[in-house]
């Protein structure tokens, strides 16, 4: 997490000083532009972190053991699968969830399917699709997408003992 901190921060003073470069103007446009979407975003920000916490200390071990660990099989990934679909907000909801999740032990497969679900078959995000690409290009990237989340999960079932000891 702190690389990842280190990494936005050196991104950050690259735009700050491009902006600059270009003219006070410019900076204090991008900072206004910030400022509105934290707003806009923070409500959503506090819920999902809110929703986190309350999962975490609320998740009983024996749950996570017998429905979400990897040794759970499909039960944990058709979950996930089914979840990470429904799951409204998208990623800025989905992900302080996953981060959760992950530490309370939910297994690889499982957390990598719920991803996978959220970021292709999230059903908040087709009805924009069909907006912005008219339905039949919309259902067929679903179409072609949905077994993408468990195919993920059970590849990183595989992958991740070499990766990602726990």
Do not use: C, H
């Not at 759970?72 to 998208?90: Q, S």
């Amino acid at each position: 997490m702190r690389g990842t901190l280190l990494a936005l921060i050196m991104v950050l003073i690259a735009l700050a000083t491009a902006a600059l470069w270009q003219g006070t103007d410019t900076f204090a446009a991008g900072v206004r532009s910030a400022m509105n979407q934290l707003l806009r975003f923070l409500p959503v920000l506090v819920v999902a972190m809110l929703m986190a916490g309350f999962a975490e200390v609320l998740l009983p071990k024996q749950l996570v053991q017998t429905w979400l660990s990897d040794n759970a099989g499909w039960r944990g990934i058709g979950l996930a699968w089914l979840a990470g679909i429904l799951t409204p907000g998208g990623s800025v909801m989905g992900l302080p969830l996953v981060a959760t999740l992950f530490k309370a032990g939910v297994g690889i497969g499982v957390l990598v399917t719920y991803m996978t679900a959220l970021a292709t078959l999230s059903v908040l995000r087709f009805p924009l699709e069909m907006g912005f690409v008219g339905w039949r290009l919309a259902t067929l990237r679903v179409i072609v997408s949905l077994l993408l989340p468990p195919l993920a999960g059970l590849l990183a079932q595989v992958v991740a003992p070499v990766i990602l000891p726990r």
